[in-house]
């Protein structure tokens, strides 16, 4: 198994270290079949997707069952030790994240398997960006907006990068580690749909930095819940201020920035507010 050094860990690096050892390891578990057959029976007509495709070990016997499968690694060593094992099986391999991968057909299957989604670096990707932004947003006046206080991690995050700092906190129903809850005066309980608006109307357009995690895995509900946020935060943001969103989103006076290094394309969206 390759050695990594823990603060270079990135989207390949789970893969590269364990392509030579990862079948050797699972000799212990139950085979894919039940997962293969589940998959089978679920598959209509064209190809499928298997997002984290290891070593093949699900999209290898499920192509030789008749459905052919794109099989998506970041991982060189990975895909290198599917191409080992394919005999003719209608499997095509794809180097790429995941996380940003915009395949250009539509699959009648897709599939991640292996717990592969739990490796997204996204957490990563968004302390790298709010990281990126720290000595800019230091240069503001105006108070932080945290969208979605979930577990809390990110307000934690953002009291650490800004302490001292107000950091406004919008969060449907609070359920965060109780260490990472914000003052009472500072929480904005409910629907975001009211709760933002309302408080564009109590504190105006003033905040230096915004982030939003709002989005779910639903891309449509994403799309449309975009429509009313952008416009709603928009009347948070002070001039100059900055927007880093898990989503796109459209307002006219924000100017989309390019990803800080290192951060995968289209993993985050980052705007000035002209
Ligand atoms: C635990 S293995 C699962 C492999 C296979 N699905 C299985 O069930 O045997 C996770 C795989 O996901 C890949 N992976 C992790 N993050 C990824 C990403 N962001 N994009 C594409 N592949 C990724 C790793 O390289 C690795 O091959």
């Not at 823990?6 to 990862?22: F, L, M, R, V």
């Not at 094992?85 to 095509?92: D, N």
């Not at 000595?135 to 934690?156: C, F, H, K, Q, S």
């Not at 408080?199 to 779910?216: E, F, M, S």
Request: with cysteine; charged share 25%; net charge negative.
């Amino acid at each position: 198994m390759a050695e990594y050094d823990e603060k270079q860990y990135d989207e390949k690096t789970y893969g590269d270290a364990w392509a030579d050892i990862y079948d050797d390891a699972l000799l212990g578990w139950s085979g894919p079949e039940r997962i293969v057959d589940f998959l089978h029976k679920l598959h209509g007509h064209g190809r499928a997707l298997d997002l984290g495709v290891g070593t093949g070990r699900v999209a290898i016997p499920l192509a030789a069952r008749g459905v052919p499968v794109v099989g998506v690694d970041t991982s060189a060593a990975m895909l290198d030790r599917v191409r080992g094992k394919l005999a003719g099986e209608p499997v095509e391999l794809v180097e790429a994240d995941f996380g940003g991968y915009a395949p250009g057909e539509k699959f009648s299957l897709i599939y991640c398997v292996g717990q592969s989604f739990l490796q997204l670096q996204t957490p990563q990707a968004q302390r790298d960006c709010l990281n990126f932004l720290k000595p800019a947003v230091d240069l503001l006046a105006g108070p932080i907006v945290e969208v979605g206080l979930g577990n809390g991690r990110t307000y934690d995050h953002l009291r650490d990068l800004f302490p001292g700092r107000d950091i406004y906190v919008f969060e449907r129903k609070v359920a965060a580690h109780p260490d990472c809850i914000p003052p009472d005066d500072r929480l904005f309980l409910g629907e975001a749909r009211e709760s933002i608006p309302r408080a564009g109307r109590q504190l105006g357009a003033v905040a230096a930095l915004i982030h939003t995690d709002l989005g779910t895995g639903d891309h449509a509900a994403n799309v449309a819940m975009g429509q009313w946020l952008g416009p709603a935060l928009d009347a948070l943001a002070a001039k100059g201020g900055w927007i880093l969103a898990n989503q796109p989103l459209a307002v006219a006076r924000w100017q989309r920035q390019p990803e800080p290094p290192g951060v995968p394309k289209d993993r985050y969206f980052l705007y000035k507010v002209g």
